[in-house]
């Protein structure tokens, strides 16, 4: 029978979710996770491919606005849910659900789209490039401490229940969001996503714990965690696993991991997601005992080369000409000039020789800054057609914070 590719009808979503759940292992999402989905699912932006009457390939896009260098926002299609079923492999469904979705991208005028994946291998030949990375630690507390500004003293913690204080940690949220790169604004709805405390989400540890900063009454912080008591014959070893963490001073950051670091009966700190150049690594005694790994987080796609060049900031003046290789969108091929600086930047096609040759995928992994150029060309992925041109765009492509993405969708 002939599959059929279609936008996603609302009365289908419970089946076309549940694709997506067999695809993933089969096991179901609790029902508040299930809920939320629900909720924020854009069935305009969504597509299933169908056998008959079963549902045999999904994806879908959020509307996002995502941070580049320079602190812009920049409308993004954060493609999500992108499954095959197992017995539909091999037969194009991926590519003809990918084809769609990048069109429907172009056509609603988001230079971008983004995504987060399961399995990293796959979306290179789509022209999606790793465009930044996530920091893991497992922190031996008992052995490892932290020295902390004298400001640290300062700060008031308390502990809060999650929900009583969403407001108030959003809005600390959303005044970091301009200052890293590929942080997401989150819209109506995504403030319920930090809170999401499935049982099976706990990893046999508490529900959800709150704790916030304070200065003169004002909630500057806040850290979300989970702990989970465990004993040896020798004593407590228990461990607190850290969720989110953010604040608006460096002694507000500081009074939270040094209160992660002595939670009673604890002597491990997990932590999952940072930034690669988080802070608390250069407050430690021992970086060794922190045991720490680093994995690829965001893939960037430029869906519009010139847009998408547009709409950052350069750290220092640029002035290159890109040859372009995008064999999946081939409106992006072809020769682009970049100028620009920390002011702004124009991106137009150019019949000018190339200074510098390269797929889609390369500019996508330098996007935000935390791929360099110079890394890539080492390993033969950015060919240099003029001396000094790989230098002077990778300088000028850098950021001064690392690129990342707080949490997935």
């Known amino acids: ?50 056998d008959g009457d079963t549902c045999v390939g999904t994806t ?14 920049v409308p993004a299609a954060g493609v999500t849910m992108v499954t ?52 893991t630690a497992s922190i031996d507390t008992a052995r490892v401490t932290l020295s902390v500004p004298p400001e640290a003293d300062g700060v008031r913690l308390r502990f809060a229940v999650p929900a009583d204080v969403q407001e108030e940690c959003e809005a600390v949220y959303a005044r970091q969001v301009a200052g890293r790169p590929g942080m997401l604004a989150r819209g109506a709805g995504w403030e319920r996503l930090p809170l999401l405390d499935p049982e099976s989400g706990r990893g046999g540890g508490s529900p959800l714990n709150c704790v916030v900063a304070e200065r003169d009454g004002r909630i500057v912080g806040y850290a979300r965690f989970h702990t989970k008591p465990e004993w040896a014959d020798a004593g407590p070893e228990g461990v607190v696993t850290l969720r989110d963490l953010e604040a608006l001073d460096p002694g507000s950051y500081a009074a939270l991991w040094r209160f992660l670091f002595n939670i009673d009966l604890m002597s491990t700190l997990v932590v999952r997601n940072r930034p690669v150049d988080d802070a608390w690594q250069h407050l ?11 994995r690829d ?33 081939p409106w992006n091929a072809g020769r682009w000039r970049l100028t620009g600086d920390h002011k702004g930047a124009a991106c137009e096609r150019t019949g000018d020789a190339a200074d510098l040759e390269l797929s889609v995928a390369e500019l996508g992994a330098a996007y935000l800054g935390g791929t360099g150029l110079t890394a890539l060309g080492a390993a033969g992925r950015v060919r240099e057609l003029r001396e000094g041109a790989l230098a002077e765009a990778d300088t000028a492509f850098g950021s001064s914070v690392a690129p990342w993405l707080p949490h997935g969708f």
């Open 60 to 73: 879908g896009a959020f509307s996002f606005r995502l941070t580049v260098p320079g602190g812009a926002l």
């Open 297 to 329: 987080v965001l893939h960037v796609r430029l869906v519009d080369v010139g847009a998408a060049l547009e709409a950052r900031t350069y750290r220092t003046p640029v002035d290159v000409v890109f040859e372009v290789t995008d064999d999946f969108c």
């Open 84 to 135: 095959v079923a197992a017995t539909h492999r091999r037969r194009g469904v991926l590519s003809s659900m990918m084809r769609r979705q990048l069109d429907d991208v172009r056509a609603l005028g988001e230079p971008l789209a983004v995504l987060t994946a399961s399995e990293p291998a796959i979306y290179g030949r789509f022209g999606y490039g790793i465009g930044s990375h996530q920091l």
């Open 284 to 294: 430690v005694s021992d970086i060794r005992r922190c045991r720490l790994g680093v």
């Open 1 to 50: 029978m002939t599959t059929e590719l279609r936008v996603l009808h609302p009365d289908d979503w419970d089946v076309w979710f549940a694709t997506l759940e067999r695809a993933f292992g089969g096991a179901a999402e609790a029902p508040e996770e299930r809920a939320l989905w629900k909720a924020l699912t854009e069935a305009e932006r969504s597509l299933g491919v169908w």
